[in-house]
């Protein structure tokens, strides 16, 4: 099978250098061959305008990027989420307080003001806009100081995590398959922008917005791979993902028809395994994640907007 020879245009100093096809395709983006004609006879005009690039759908989900080697498939809207309505700040806030095991550092008030600041700087980057039309959920990250991420997940975030899970569904388990197994062994991924949360919260809370299901059908390395094309305020989750489960268990956590949550912000043990969270109809589990280029249509990364 022949190719077509590679083309430079930018060393191209004569029209007569210029391959057929390349003129066949020019004339279609011009609605025809007598247009591309017209316009070199100097009888009509082009308007060159800056096509903007749309980063996600209608639905929130991320529009995969040109160039994109790792794997993604079409999600399986089987496996949803659900905005909730008229989110009370005050008992989402009183949620994580009742779960954690320490203050979480701000006042019911300071978070509804500091996600105003939030929200109006996330609403200025137009290209971020249509995230708005998937689940977003305001988050507050407690101050934290992950000198040993590992051990920061197995003794303060999922136990608080399974207090509000057991709370929300007293007649279901909460099973974490990795107790005792993450300290020392959790690290974050290069170029995926959390290492900026992390810092953050060392020095105070952090309020944030959370887009738990943006990436669902991106394999893990995929939803890595994309984070270079997204601006700089959005990061790739991690523990989020846990805080998330605590102030929206009933959301999150619904039943066995919520996306796999993929902590693919994290490595965890080896270069090839991550960690993910998974809610079924009678338990909620936390679990080491391997495969990590199989795109799975039932599961997704989180993307957090933060000032």
């Given at each position: 099978?022949s190719?077509?020879p590679?083309?430079k245009?930018?060393?191209?100093?004569d029209?007569?250098?210029?391959p057929p096809?390349?003129?066949?395709?020019?004339?279609?983006k011009?609605?025809?061959?007598?247009?591309?004609?017209a316009?070199?006879?100097?009888?009509?005009?082009?308007?060159?305008?800056?096509?903007?690039?749309?980063?996600?759908?209608?639905?929130?989900?991320?529009i995969?990027?040109?160039?994109?080697?790792a794997?993604?498939?079409?999600?399986?809207r089987?496996?949803?989420?659900?905005?909730?309505?008229?989110?009370n700040?005050?008992?989402?806030?009183?949620?994580?307080?009742?779960?954690?095991?320490?203050?979480v550092?701000?006042?019911?008030a300071?978070?509804?003001?500091?996600?105003?600041?939030?929200r109006?700087?996330?609403?200025a980057?137009e290209?971020?806009?249509?995230l708005l039309?998937?689940?977003?959920?305001?988050?507050?990250?407690?101050?934290?100081?992950f000198?040993?991420?590992?051990?920061?997940?197995?003794?303060?975030?999922?136990?608080?995590?399974?207090?509000?899970?057991?709370?929300?569904?007293?007649?279901?388990?909460?099973?974490?398959?990795r107790?005792?197994?993450?300290?020392?062994?959790?690290?974050?991924?290069?170029?995926?922008?959390?290492?900026?949360?992390?810092e953050?919260?060392?020095?105070?809370?952090q309020v944030?917005?959370?887009?738990?299901?943006a990436l669902?059908?991106?394999?893990?390395?995929a939803?890595?791979?994309?984070?270079?094309?997204?601006?700089?305020?959005?990061?790739?989750?991690?523990?989020?993902?846990?805080i998330?489960?605590?102030m929206?268990t009933?959301?999150?956590?619904?039943d066995?028809?919520?996306?796999?949550?993929d902590?693919?912000?994290?490595?965890?043990?080896?270069?090839?395994?991550?960690l993910c969270?998974?809610?079924y109809?009678?338990?909620?589990?936390?679990?080491?994640?391997?495969d990590?280029?199989?795109?799975?249509d039932?599961c997704?990364?989180?993307?957090?907007?933060?000032?």
């Amino acid at each position: 099978m022949s190719t077509l020879p590679i083309i430079k245009l930018e060393e191209i100093t004569d029209y007569n250098q210029i391959p057929p096809y390349i003129w066949q395709a020019f004339a279609t983006k011009l609605g025809g061959l007598d247009n591309l004609k017209a316009v070199l006879r100097g009888e009509k005009d082009i308007n060159l305008i800056d096509v903007i690039i749309r980063l996600f759908n209608k639905n929130g989900r991320r529009i995969p990027p040109r160039g994109l080697q790792a794997a993604v498939c079409d999600a399986n809207r089987k496996f949803y989420l659900t905005q909730p309505p008229d989110i009370n700040l005050a008992e989402r806030f009183n949620r994580l307080v009742q779960a954690w095991s320490g203050g979480v550092g701000m006042s019911d008030a300071d978070f509804e003001k500091e996600l105003a600041l939030t929200r109006a700087d996330f609403e200025a980057i137009e290209l971020l806009k249509p995230l708005l039309n998937g689940v977003c959920l305001p988050l507050l990250l407690p101050q934290l100081d992950f000198t040993d991420y590992g051990n920061i997940l197995d003794t303060v975030i999922l136990p608080a995590a399974e207090r509000a899970y057991l709370k929300q569904f007293p007649e279901r388990k909460f099973v974490n398959y990795r107790k005792g197994d993450l300290a020392g062994k959790v690290s974050i991924i290069t170029g995926v922008r959390h290492e900026r949360i992390v810092e953050c919260v060392k020095h105070g809370p952090q309020v944030v917005l959370y887009f738990p299901n943006a990436l669902q059908g991106y394999s893990v390395r995929a939803q890595r791979e994309q984070m270079a094309t997204l601006p700089e305020q959005i990061s790739l989750a991690g523990f989020e993902r846990v805080i998330g489960h605590i102030m929206y268990t009933e959301t999150l956590a619904r039943d066995v028809n919520t996306p796999g949550y993929d902590l693919s912000a994290l490595q965890w043990q080896q270069p090839e395994r991550s960690l993910c969270l998974g809610a079924y109809d009678d338990e909620l589990r936390f679990d080491g994640e391997g495969d990590l280029g199989d795109a799975n249509d039932c599961c997704s990364g989180g993307l957090v907007f933060s000032r």
